[in-house]
Nanobody, 123 residues
Framework: VQLQASGGGLVQAGGSLRLSCAAS????????MGWFRQAPGKEEEFVAA????????DYADSVKGRFTISRDGARNMVYLQMVNLKPEDAAVYYC?????????????????WGQGTQVTVSS
């Protein structure tokens, strides 16, 4: 599975962005997908994950109620809709793929990663 994230940019605090992760490969539908982020000088942190069927999701407490993860199996796409962005959301965001929807908050359990997309939030 090859992944490519996009959609980052500069937005004012309170604004919205939608990140996209395009996946290649016929087995995309069998993978759970996740988003992580890393801000300068900080450790990478889990943001959100979605199961292969799309029926289960998980979010970091810091983004609950503001971010929504979704997937489109027909287009092999995963999205992260972000609203009410805060300066502390600024980071490079990465999408990853893993087989099982377990321990989704642990980066090392993911099998594939895309390159990151930068999100900048101005206050």
């Amino acid at each position: 599975v090859q992944l490519q994230a996009s959609g980052g940019g500069l937005v004012q605090a309170g604004g919205s962005l939608r990140l996209s992760c395009a996946a290649s490969g016929r087995t995309f539908s069998s993978y759970s997908m996740g988003w992580f982020r890393q801000a300068p000088g900080k450790e990478e942190e889990f943001v959100a994950a979605i199961s292969s069927s799309g029926g289960r999701t998980d979010y970091a407490d810091s983004v609950k109620g503001r971010f929504t993860i979704s997937r489109d199996g027909a287009r092999n796409m995963v999205y992260l809709q972000m609203v009410n962005l805060k300066p502390e959301d600024a980071a490079v965001y990465y999408c990853g793929a893993k087989r099982a929807f377990v321990r989704v908050g642990i980066r090392s359990t993911y099998d594939y990663w895309g390159q990151g997309t930068q999100v900048t939030v101005s206050s």
